[in-house]
């Protein structure tokens, strides 16, 4: 073939342009969608969370910055008998949202992913509490463990000729009580997420399995179990973090009465806050919690991996 007659070589950006600009043009619509959520993550997360971080070494008036006093802060909280028992509490909070908030619902979940008939119903009942404003709901169950005879608890199991108890003044039920109410209002989301990973279950290994033999205990520990158990580990996490985090309950049931007793991190922050106006020690407890649970998250994760890997 003659030289003159050789298809001369394409050269970038003649024939290959249109596809690099369509590539382009279509990872520009991506990031148009992805921008928004990261300014709006970045202005109210990540921006307050190290300017308070700052501030904590900071002798402040107001929320302004007066001297650094380095870790002064966090060494009067540290060594305050306050935080110490507020500390204690949160380790009871996490162990009893463990306990009754932790495995209710995935055993929810299992039972709704083996209903045949009626999952739209069920899957309602169960998120419409988690519709409910946290204030409102704590203030709901304020009353029905209102102490003496004037509190709706109290009433029905007076009927019962059982004599009335002080449910919330009580030391040792005041956690436990304020749990099951956190457990009442948030089991339903966590609920239908567990539901929609068991849904995508591969429904030929639990054929497989029952034409084995394998009963329904069976088929949970060595089917279900293992094949959602990614999700059970991130939302384990994602509990030990809104429990660390809690605010609300405590607050309006029993504002961390009685005698601390119900006292948690978050709570102890905002009195210091807002009832003491001590921002610089405020923000230290922020500080603090921020460390503890970055620590278990990357403990987690470490641990994961390793499992993972073996």
């Known amino acids: 073939m003659d030289a003159m007659q050789q298809p001369l070589p394409v050269r970038a950006g003649t024939e290959a342009g249109p596809f690099v600009w369509k590539k382009r043009l279509k990872s520009l619509s991506a990031w148009l969608f992805v921008v928004p959520s990261l300014v709006f993550f970045t202005v109210f997360h990540w921006q307050p969370l190290l300017s308070g971080l700052i501030l904590s070494f900071y002798k402040t008036k107001g929320y302004k910055a007066v001297e650094f006093i380095g870790f002064r802060n966090y060494v009067d909280v540290i060594t305050n008998s306050v935080f110490q028992q507020t500390f204690y509490n949160t380790i009871l909070y996490v162990f009893w949202s463990l306990l009754f908030g932790f495995f209710i619902p995935i055993a929810i979940a299992i039972m709704i992913n083996e209903v045949r008939r009626g999952q739209s119903f069920f899957k309602f009942s169960v998120y419409f509490p988690g519709m409910v404003p946290g204030i409102a709901a704590a203030l709901l169950y304020a009353s029905i463990f209102e102490p003496g005879s004037g509190g709706i608890l109290n009433a029905l199991i007076g009927k019962l000729g059982i004599a009335p108890s002080n449910w919330l003044q009580n030391s040792h039920l005041t956690i436990p009580l304020i749990v099951a109410v956190m457990t009442w209002r948030g089991f339903g989301s966590t609920a239908i997420i567990y539901l929609a990973s068991l849904q995508g279950v591969n429904h030929e290994l639990y054929e497989a399995a029952a034409l084995d033999g394998a009963g329904i205990w069976k088929r949970i520990r060595h089917i279900t179990i293992p094949q959602i158990s990614s999700i059970v580990g991130i939302l384990l996490i994602l509990q030990i973090i809104g429990v660390f985090q809690v ?24 009195q210091y806050a807002f009832r003491y106006f001590r921002i610089g020690e405020s923000l230290a407890i922020g500080g603090i919690t921020f460390v503890i649970l970055m620590i278990v998250t990357i403990v987690y994760y470490r641990l994961n991996k390793a499992i993972a890997s073996d």
């Open 247 to 270: 605010l609300y309950e405590p607050l309006t049931m029993t504002e961390g009465g009685p005698n601390n007793a119900s006292m948690s991190l978050s709570l102890l922050g905002y």
